[in-house]
């Protein structure tokens, strides 16, 4: 499963049937477990568009979303 790292939050692989008696009912089991990759080819060719920033683990990865605040 993939979480930021700098959250420190746990994560663990479920199988189907593991995974809806975890979420108390398999509508959200099923939606969780659901797998949609995605490309922005299409969109890319339409539109002429080349994406030019980091992918978004990226920057959740190496960005300032996890920086702790200056204390006031």
């Known amino acids: 499963m993939i979480c930021p790292r700098g959250l420190g939050l746990p ?24 797998d949609g990759p995605v490309s922005s080819a299409h969109t890319q060719r339409l539109l002429g568009w080349s994406p030019t920033h980091p992918t978004l683990l990226d920057d959740l990865e190496h960005g300032d979303y996890l920086a702790t605040p200056p204390a006031s």
Request: hydrophobic share 40%; proline share 21%.
């Open 11 to 34: 994560t663990a692989p479920l199988t189907p049937d593991e995974a809806a008696p975890h979420f108390h009912s398999p509508s959200p089991a099923a939606l969780y477990g659901f």
